[in-house]
């Protein structure tokens, strides 16, 4: 039998908890897609240490659980009173902000590789193109390679920002009170698992079902050359 | 203490639980792998069939399993079982409370889980193998079991294995997870072992470092086996 008072009443309390969800997730996706960006430089400068960082990065962050790098950094490194005399202390004795940075963290490492193979997807013409009309450094990579990189590397990415979404969860881990976190005191103190879970799963669908929406609708704004060309009536050309 | 006797395996090191910790960390992945193989492919089949419900249910599956965190998916199948077989031993005539076995439900929840991206990696993979092959399979009046068995499983393996290797990556990786119930693999005895001696930090990085260890292994073993299989498609056409 389904109690739709107790339901609405589960789906009220975690609504409650979507900011603290939309928060951790927004700020980990933009602090995590700068510092992809920039070990992304680093795989592609000519300087091997910071090729050499760059892939060890990827391959200490992709290889191991998000949890165990939270646990890493909400526990292992506030033990050191070096840290907390440091002046990241405020940030690190809080566990949202562990949170926000671990997410960040690992985002990074995922999202360099997907960056990196948007960057690799860039033809060569194009960027010979470039170069022969004088673009360089900074000015061919804004103007030629960056656009194409990011268009190619939009569908990827759009999974790996639901992945995120869906990391934001563990987040309940270290007492962050996001929807998970609010769903699993609910069930502890109520013993209804199926309504609760229910009530989350139909948050989280909804949100993930705008992201992939919204993150299509960029990539249809951003490939107007790929599609077939509408022509006007009146401009139609008779083939026969 | 120094370093060497935490984690070594005298009296007083944690070097034997990690380790013991690590297999069940691989114990419990790869039956979650097992699990979400049966699923994925009946999946698979669901989604590939012509049947609309099938099919209907089939996108169901992996759209949901793929939406939803992993945390909610395991605390779904330990909590609710739990209730389940409470319910149950109380209409049996028990009394207290019953609860599911960590490993059981860890590996069941990841292999559901798991199962709904091996779902994606089966489709893909069929439609991988060529049309041609299994008309011909048909023209010989193969029946259909045996064209499975015989024509689609193999190539469907074969096209899969890169696939599966990210699958297994994540399914690792989703292990991690099942500590919550409790269940003492990696993780939970870091975690363990992290707040009996208060060395957080330490405990961390090792329990890091065993999870690096096995996807570097794991990766190296993939890419050997796609090598294989390469040198057999490159035999076959050329």
Redesign the interface.
Known sequence: MMDFAFLMDTIKQLLAALPTTLGLFSASIALGGLMAMGLTWMRFSRIRVLVQFSKAYV??F????????L??IY???S??KIVQQGFMWPLLRDPYYCAVITLALCTAGYSTEIFRGGVLAVPVQQLEAGRSLGLSGFMLFRRVIAPIALRQALPAYSTEI?LMM?????A??VTVWEI?GV??RI??HT?R??EV?LC??LI??VL??LIVRMIALLEHRLSPHLRPVKVPANLRIRTQ | MDVFELFGFGAKGWGGALLEAALMTLLVTLSALLIGAVFGSLVAWGKLSKSVPAKVAGDLYT??F???????VI??IY??GS?LMTAMHHSLGGEGFFGMPPFLSGAFAVGVISGSYQAEVYRGAFHAVSRGEIEAARAMGMPRLKLFFRIIMPQVMRFALPGLGNVWQMT??????I??TGLAE??RT??VG?SST????Q???I??VL??VM??ISNRFFNAAEARVGKSFRRAIG
């Open positions: 391959f200490v992709r290889g191991t659980p998000l949890l165990i790098q646990f890493l526990y292992g490194v033990q050191f639901v869906k990391a934001t969860s563990l309940s881990l998970t769903a699993q069930i502890a013993y698992t199926m879970f989350a799963t989280y669908l993930n079902f | 759209t949901l793929r939406c939803i965190p992993e945390l909610l605390y779904l909590f609710g209730s690792l990786k989703d292990s991690a997870l500590s919550v990696i993780l870091s975690q992290a208060h060395q957080y930090f405990f961390f990085i329990g890091g999870y690096l996807t570097s």
